[in-house]
């Protein structure tokens, strides 16, 4: 599976995460590459599953037929 975040991305995304929250959760011992890589493979299926489900009904607008076939189709 490819990623879309680079060791980079994340450091810079890291380094911009400094809200101040309420109940913040605070790990000391947590490597952030490793972190970020699993939030991404946790939602990326989540994220195709909504974007198939938008196209299916662009699709569905324009050939309803066609949407069906695609909407069993998994994303």
Do not use: G, T
């Given at each position: 599976?490819?990623?879309?975040?680079?060791?980079?991305?994340?450091?810079q995304?890291?380094?911009?995460?400094?809200?101040?929250?309420?109940?913040?959760?605070?790990?000391?011992?947590?490597?952030?590459v490793?972190?970020?890589?699993?939030?991404?493979?946790?939602?990326?299926?989540?994220?195709?599953?909504e974007?198939?489900?938008?196209?299916?009904?662009?699709?569905?607008?324009?050939?309803?037929?066609?949407?069906?076939?695609?909407?069993?189709?998994?994303?």
């Amino acid at each position: 599976m490819k990623s879309y975040l680079s060791e980079e991305l994340i450091k810079q995304i890291f380094f911009y995460s400094d809200e101040k929250r309420k109940n913040p959760l605070i790990a000391d011992e947590v490597d952030i590459v490793q972190f970020a890589e699993k939030l991404e493979a946790v939602l990326r299926p989540l994220i195709a599953a909504e974007e198939h489900e938008r196209c299916v009904k662009l699709v569905k607008q324009m050939n309803s037929e066609c949407a069906w076939k695609l909407s069993k189709r998994r994303p």
